[in-house]
């Protein structure tokens, strides 16, 4: 079983509709989750990260977090042409050492004008 | 504040050489991970250092190798290269403490080697 996973897409959404990531991981003592967008042939860039139960809004991105299910996903809502990346799902895991993330393989979105 | 920052982008080398690639983190960040990313097997992680030592490591044969200096930069060298060794190596940089915002990595922009 893989530390983490992601729905492998590829996504595609029209203009203006809301996309939904989704990413799961196999570590029940995981604290920390982070969302990052990589555009192709760039390096990853921080969307937002999430650590309690719930909902984190930023702007157009909500990221939402069920530790019982151990299921983390991000929404892009109005979602734009230009938010067409791959997004990549990391998690800190519970019990792990400082400084290791692990990332799952990414999600590719396309979104049509 | 600057971000991270990665020297050299583009490098291309040929099968058996050595190369070096350095990282300069966001001032005040202590902890350098290295990752390899490449189509087939994704972001794939290589090390990582703290206060220049050694805090984590992937599943990386020796020929892959880091160090971090006092300054918290860091190189990571790969000796005997192979053609699977061409990728695009990200380097991260956080504060390395306990804590989301802690241990949020920002990357930098890559170095993509390329081994003939």
Redesign the interface.
Known sequence: QKEVEQNSGPLSVPEGAIASLNCTYSDRGS??F?W?RQYSG?????IM???SNGDKEDGRFTAQLNKASQYVSLLIRDSQPSDSATY?C?V?KGGS??????????TQLTVWP | KAGVTQTPRYLIKTRGQQVTLSCSPISGHR?V?W?QQTPGQ??Q?LF?Y?SETQ??KGNFPGRFSGRQFSNSRSEMNVSTLELGDSA?Y?CAS?F??????Q????????TRLLVL
Request: hydrophobic share 30%; glycine share 16%.
């Open positions: 604290q920390s982070f990052y760039k390096s990853p860039e921080l990260f999430i650590y990549l990391a800190k050492t400082l400084g290791r993330l692990y990332f799952g393989r990414g | 902890s991970s990752y994704g972001l992680f990582e703290f805090r984590n695009l990200l956080s390395g403490r306990q804590g989301a915002t241990e949020t990595q920002y990357f930098g922009p890559g």
